[in-house]
């Protein structure tokens, strides 16, 4: 079974493994993570494909313009858990 708590802890070292703009951020779960925060659409995109690869979830494209810090996207994944997995 994979917590929300495994999600966040994962979801914080991708952002630390691929986006080295966010090296040195503190990062908690109100860290803005989109364009008027830390990271560029393209960091942001690689890591919510990599999130998505990590915890076979698919995140619709629409749902991507919701996710605005990194609590939220933590919510998303856990949202989108394969039954059985969350």
Avoid: Q
């Avoid at 951020?25 to 690869?53: H, P, Q």
């Avoid at 605005?68 to 998303?76: E, I, K, N």
């Amino acid at each position: 079974m994979i917590t929300r708590e495994d999600i966040y802890g994962k979801t914080v070292k991708i952002i630390r493994d691929n986006v080295p703009d966010m090296f040195g951020t503190d990062l908690n779960e109100d860290t803005v993570l989109n364009a008027e925060g830390n990271v560029d659409s393209m960091g942001f995109i690689l890591v919510v494909t990599k999130l998505e690869g990590e915890f076979s979830v698919r995140i619709p494209d629409r749902e991507w313009d919701k996710i605005r810090t990194l609590g939220d996207l933590v919510d998303t994944v856990y949202r989108h858990l394969p039954k059985g997995n969350e």
